[in-house]
């Protein structure tokens, strides 16, 4: 009997240690979540924050960016246009060449 006694005690305070360690166990885990939560809402705020000021140096340099597309464009423009325009001078110049060849023909011809 008093050995049963004693392993009825042992039994509860096996129960109780178990209970114990439960116990800790889950307020370990809860700490760990609220830890987790805490890290990753800090990871959104720091996100959100980036993302804001990729947002306000954006605005800030479109203006700039802007005058630069429209320089490249003038640019191109231009550049497209000397093109033109010596395209149309040197067919300018085979006319000339073609007509003035027709014209020794004639003459000599």
């Known amino acids: 009997m008093i ?12 129960e ?15 700490a760990r979540r609220k830890t ?10 720091e996100q ?4 804001a000021k990729r947002e306000e140096k ?3 340099e479109e203006p700039a960016r802007l005058a630069r597309e429209q320089a490249r464009r ?4 231009a550049r497209e246009q000397a093109i033109a325009e010596d395209q ?3 067919r300018r110049e085979i006319e000339k060449a073609k007509i ?7 003459r000599y011809g």
């Open 3 to 14: 050995d049963q006694k004693k392993q009825v005690a042992k039994e509860a305070k096996r």
């Open 16 to 30: 109780e240690k178990r209970i114990a360690e439960k116990a800790a166990r889950l307020a370990r885990e809860q």
């Open 36 to 45: 987790d939560l805490a890290r990753e809402q800090a990871i959104q705020k």
């Open 48 to 51: 959100a924050a980036k993302g």
């Open 58 to 60: 954006r605005i800030a």
């Open 74 to 77: 003038k640019t191109g423009l």
């Open 88 to 90: 149309e001078a040197r």
């Open 100 to 106: 003035n060849h027709q014209n020794k023909l004639k």
